[in-house]
C-alpha cells in the first residue's frame, strides 16, 4: 500500500498535469473551496507561520476539482472543435459558390461564342 507522501506527490502531480492542459487552453481553474486540497494545517503543525504558508503551503485538486476542470477542458475543447468545423464549412460554402459562379459564367462565355 503507497504511503501518504506517496499518494500526496501523484495527486499533486495529478493537478499539475490538469493545470497545465488547461492554462495551455486558457482556462483558469476556479478557486472553489471544494476543488481545491492543502496541506496548511501539516505545515503549521511543522512550525509555520501563517505569513509563511504562501510560500510552503501546497495546493492539489480535489477530487470533485479534478473532475470539474477536465469537464472545463473537455468544454473548451468541444468549443475549438466547433469553431474549426464551422471555418472549415464556410471555406467550403464559399469555394463552391465560387466554383459555381466561374461555371456560370462559362456557360455564358460558351454560349456566346456558338452564336
Do not use: C, F, H
Amino acid at each position: 500500500m503507497p504511503d501518504r507522501n506517496e499518494k500526496l506527490r501523484t495527486e499533486q502531480r495529478e493537478s499539475k498535469e490538469i493545470e497545465r492542459e488547461a492554462l495551455a487552453l486558457g482556462i483558469e481553474i476556479p478557486n472553489k473551496p471544494n476543488w481545491w486540497l492543502d496541506d496548511v494545517e501539516e505545515q503549521m503543525a511543522a512550525g509555520a507561520s501563517k505569513e509563511d504558508l504562501q510560500y510552503v503551503a501546497t495546493y492539489w485538486l480535489s477530487p470533485q476539482g479534478k473532475a470539474g476542470a477536465k469537464w472545463l477542458i473537455r468544454e473548451e475543447l468541444e468549443r475549438i472543435k466547433d469553431r474549426k468545423i464551422k471555418r472549415a464549412t464556410e471555406i467550403i460554402a464559399a469555394v463552391t459558390g465560387l466554383a459555381g459562379a466561374m461555371i456560370g459564367i462559362l456557360a455564358i462565355i460558351l454560349s456566346m461564342i456558338r452564336n
